[in-house]
Nanobody
């Protein structure tokens, strides 16, 4: 069973910084893409950033220049450094990991339970 546990959310003032972390545990041979998504009240879940196993990154336009995603493959962790936070960044942030199905080209997506980020103006 694969588990993703996020940490690091909280309340921060606009312009401040937060770092989110996610640890993936369980029966894992490898992890493909790891990423962060967020969902604000009344809105759909959206991609914030993701990073491949070899470190290639992709960011939402809203995150470019302010957020940095990184991962530690040895520790099965992914981090999201967020700076210059804005009230519109307030949301529940979810960690995502794509775990390959051994012997196939398929993968299974796993999600964390989410961590709340609130940015006050």
């Amino acid at each position: 069973q694969v588990q993703l546990v996020e940490s690091g959310g909280g309340l921060v003032q606009a312009g401040g910084s937060l770092t989110l972390s996610c640890v993936v545990s369980g029966s894992i041979f490898s992890i493909n893409v790891m990423g962060w998504y967020r969902q604000a009240p009344g809105k759909e879940r959206e991609l914030v950033a993701h990073i491949s196993a070899v470190g290639s990154t992709n960011y939402a336009e809203s995150a470019k220049g302010r957020f940095i995603i990184s991962r530690d493959n040895a520790k099965n962790t992914v981090h999201l450094q967020m700076s210059s936070l804005k009230p519109e960044d307030s949301a529940v942030y979810y960690c995502n990991a794509r775990i390959p199905v051994i012997g196939t080209i398929d993968y299974v997506e796993h999600w964390g339970q989410g961590t709340l980020v609130t940015v006050s103006s």
